[in-house]
C-alpha cells in the first residue's frame, strides 16, 4: 500500500501527518524544529517521514510545505522567514536522504490549495487562505489553480502596496470576485494534500513559479 506522508515546517516545530489515498489519517506526530540550523533540519524531516512511514506499515510519497520557495531556476531555497533554509538545496537534499523524491511547496499555497480542492472552501471558484504562525502567509486559489503571477513571489513575503497596485495594473490576469468563505484547519491535514496538489497542478504551486 502506498500512502501520502505531509509535513508541515513551520518557525518552531514541524508537524507530519500520514493519509491513505482516500484521505483517512493514519498516524501524526510533530517535532521541534531545528532552528537555525539546516542540516538538522533535513535530518528532522527525514526523520519524522520514516517515523510515519514506520507507524503506517506502508511506503509513502513525501510533500513538504514549507516557509517561502524553491526556485525553478536554482533549486535553492529564497523568500523563506526561515532564514537558515536560504540558499540552500533542501528538496535536492531531502530527497537524497530518503531515496525517493520529496514535493516541496509554498506552505500558505498548499493550505489555500487544499481548502479549495476538499476543505471548508471546497466549490468556491475563488479561495484566499491564511496561515498564521510564526511567519503569516497567504495563498489564492481560482478554479483550483493556485495564482502567482500577479506578484511572482511567495505571498509570506511583505510586498508594498504600491508594487502591488503596479503589479496588479501591468498583469493581463482577471480575477473573479471571491465568495465570502471561512476556513479553518490543522495544519498538518490540510498542508499534506495542498501540497501535493500543489505540486501536481501545471503552473500552480511555488515550484511551478518564476525564479
Not at 517535532?31 to 533535513?42: E, F, S, W
Not at 520529496?102 to 480542492?117: G, I, K, M
Not at 496561515?131 to 497567504?138: A, K, R, Y
Not at 484547519?185 to 500552480?204: E, K, Y
Request: proline share 6%.
Amino acid at each position: 500500500m502506498t500512502i501520502r506522508v505531509g509535513l508541515d515546517l513551520g518557525g518552531t516545530k514541524i508537524e507530519g501527518i500520514a493519509l491513505d489515498r482516500g484521505g483517512s489519517e493514519l498516524a501524526r506526530h510533530r517535532v521541534p524544529t531545528p532552528r537555525g540550523d539546516y542540516a538538522a533540519t533535513v535530518e528532522a524531516l527525514a526523520l519524522l517521514a520514516e517515523r510515519l512511514e514506520g507507524h503506517a506499515a506502508a511506503t509513502a510519497t513525501v510533500g513538504v510545505g514549507m516557509p517561502g520557495v524553491i526556485s525553478p531556476a536554482t533549486g535553492l531555497v529564497k523568500n523563506a522567514n526561515s532564514t537558515w533554509l536560504i540558499g540552500r538545496p533542501m528538496a535536492a537534499d531531502l530527497s537524497a536522504r530518503l531515496g525517493r523524491e520529496v514535493r516541496c511547496a509554498n506552505d500558505a499555497n498548499c493550505f489555500a490549495l487544499s481548502e479549495a480542492v476538499d476543505g471548508a472552501a471546497a466549490g468556491a471558484r475563488v479561495v484566499f487562505g491564511v496561515i498564521l504562525g510564526t511567519g503569516t502567509g497567504g495563498g489564492v486559489v481560482v478554479d483550483r489553480r493556485v495564482v502567482t503571477a500577479v506578484v511572482p513571489m511567495p505571498s509570506n513575503v511583505r510586498v508594498s502596496s504600491r508594487r502591488l497596485s503596479r503589479s496588479a495594473r501591468e498583469s493581463r490576469n482577471t480575477m473573479p470576485p471571491p465568495t465570502n468563505v471561512v476556513a479553518t484547519s490543522d495544519a498538518a491535514t490540510g498542508l499534506s494534500s495542498g501540497c501535493h496538489q500543489a505540486s501536481d497542478s501545471p503552473g500552480g504551486g511555488s515550484i511551478g513559479g518564476r525564479p
